[in-house]
């Protein structure tokens, strides 16, 4: 039973670039969410995909952006990368929306802003 | 804003012990409430969860105890191994499928 994947690693860009990260979510699950973890600090909602739509947003800009596919496999986007945005880019899925659904992380996305 | 705290930043404990980590949230709407464990380079792991019916809960070696009434989660794990180093955070669900985290407790063992 294939658990969380993301892709790629680790990535290193520079200040106003643009990156894309990729989730592919537990294997019968169908909702994706994105956190991001700053180092030392608790992971932070970014949002959330169920159905290809995004459900739910948390305080972050117009640049972080993301997407479903079909097969619920999800992306994250973020425009004009910021030295701020140097963080581990973590992703969870679950099944459906019912606040029973255990959330599970996969190995996460260390992006470096330089 | 709502947040989960943890009291700690760091408990050092010997091999064989139990050890206690704590964690206050604010949100007392908040009916759903996890641990996770994460270890350096890896995302965070389900450990255990407890929904607000309930006070406490036991898995295999640990236990998360819930007081509503002073807003309080604890997780205990007994028999402390090497295995268990890692940084622990609470997190309570809000909002839908929001998880809110604590900033984590590190937990060392001594050999």
């Known amino acids: 039973d294939a658990g969380v994947t993301q892709s790629p690693t680790h990535l290193i860009k520079t200040r106003g670039q643009q990156v894309t990260l990729r989730c592919s979510p537990k294997s019968g699950h169908d909702t994706v969410s994105w956190y991001q973890q700053a180092l030392g600090q608790g992971p932070q909602f970014i949002f959330q995909y169920y159905e290809e739509e995004e459900r739910q947003r948390g305080n972050f800009p117009d640049r972080f952006s993301g997407h479903q596919f079909p097969n619920y496999s999800s992306e994250l986007n973020v425009n004009a990368l910021l030295l701020g945005d140097s963080a581990l880019y973590l992703c969870?899925?679950?099944?459906?929306?019912?606040?029973?659904?255990?959330?599970?992380f996969g190995p996460g996305t260390r992006l470096t802003v330089l | 804003g709502e947040s989960v705290g943890l009291h700690l930043p760091t408990l050092s404990v010997q091999e064989g012990d139990n050890s206690i980590i704590n964690c206050a949230y604010s949100n007392s709407a908040s009916d759903y409430f996890i641990w996770y464990k994460q270890e350096s380079g890896k995302g965070p792991q389900f450990i255990i969860d407890?929904?607000?019916?309930?006070d406490k809960r036991q898995g295999q070696r640990v236990t998360v105890l819930l007081n509503k009434t002073v807003k309080h989660l604890s997780l205990q794990i007994a028999a402390t191994q090497p295995g268990d180093s890692a940084v622990y955070f609470c997190?309570?669900?809000?909002?839908?499928?929001?998880?809110?985290f604590g900033a984590g407790t590190i937990l060392r063992v001594k050999s």
């Open positions: 969870a899925s679950s099944l459906g929306l019912a606040t029973t659904d255990t959330q599970y």
């Open positions: 407890i929904r607000s019916n309930m």
């Open positions: 997190a309570s669900r809000e909002y839908g499928n929001k998880l809110v």
